[in-house]
């Protein structure tokens, strides 16, 4: 039997009505909150079998790894910090090896965030919880090739921002208006024709905190070391913090 094109289309349509009020049905959902408080029994299976992990975990995140003599807060300077300073040399000093290794290159410059410090490191035996509570973001340290302007543009930022964000590698002067009257790198000028690599967070480079001089390098390297890593492993291999507040962006009058 043939069907025309037209008795083809009405077949089609009715359907496609057919099938449209047989899926679409009218729907009443509910929902209660439930509070998680003191009223909750705990499940002692649960409890006893996650115990020695537990354990284990307090016992690893609670081990002295250094020993810090004075406590360390980001609010302690008004152009760089004591510990501003301990993270970015820090970044430096773990990130560069990696980064030589791989690309036969040196990073020149590190610059973090002043709101990426979390917490203050107390007078007394450090360990990887302090670690954790300084750093407790997933950030991966990055290191992003920029010339000569972009450095520029950098340090533009670091003007209006008249904040203590951690650099190491660079010496900034300002003045009493926080206007930039000189800068260094590795002690020398900055030269607008060069390229300089500049270690910082996956965060940052993709723009956080407005930190857009890092969007669009000449070409952006991943080091494989989360930043909360590399405070880590510092704190591993030293055995007590010199972290302190220096020359390296400062007024001068």
């Known amino acids: 039997?043939?069907?025309?094109q037209k008795a083809a289309y009405i077949l089609g349509l009715v359907t496609l009505v057919s099938c449209n009020d047989s899926l679409y049905q009218n729907t009443e959902i509910s929902g209660e909150r439930i509070p998680v408080d003191q009223q909750i029994k705990e499940d002692t299976a649960i409890t006893n079998f996650?115990?020695?992990?537990?354990?284990?975990?307090?016992v690893t995140l609670d081990s002295t790894l250094a020993f810090n003599p004075t406590s360390l807060s980001k609010t302690d300077g008004t152009l760089n910090t004591a510990i501003g300073n301990l993270m970015a040399d820090i970044v430096m000093e773990q990130a560069n090896p990696v980064f030589k290794k791989r690309t036969g290159k040196n990073i020149d410059v590190v610059l973090l965030n002043h709101g990426g410090i979390r917490s203050t490191l107390n007078q007394g035996n450090i360990s990887a919880r302090s670690a954790y509570?300084?750093?407790?973001?997933?950030?991966?340290?990055?290191?992003?090739e920029l010339n000569g302007l972009k450095i520029m543009e950098m340090l533009r930022y670091l003007e209006d921002a008249g904040t203590a964000h951690p650099?190491?590698?660079?010496?900034?002067?300002?003045?009493?208006d926080y206007k930039v009257t000189g800068a260094q790198i590795d002690g020398r000028?900055?030269?607008?024709?060069?390229?300089?690599?500049?270690?910082?967070?996956?965060?940052?480079?993709?723009?956080?905190?407005n930190m857009n001089f890092f969007k669009n390098p000449v070409a952006l390297y991943n080091v494989d070391y989360?930043?909360?890593?590399?405070i880590i492993d510092y704190f591993s291999?030293?055995?007590t913090l010199d972290a302190k507040i220096d020359d390296r962006y400062i007024v001068v009058k």
């Open 1 to 4: 039997m043939k069907i025309t």
């Open 50 to 58: 996650i115990q020695p992990y537990k354990e284990h975990l307090n």
């Open 133 to 144: 509570a300084l750093m407790p973001f997933e950030n991966e340290i990055v290191v992003a």
């Open 167 to 176: 650099v190491s590698g660079i010496k900034i002067q300002v003045n009493s």
């Open 189 to 209: 000028e900055i030269d607008s024709t060069s390229n300089y690599f500049v270690a910082t967070s996956d965060y940052l480079q993709q723009g956080g905190d």
């Open 226 to 230: 989360k930043l909360r890593n590399a």
């Open 237 to 239: 291999k030293v055995d």
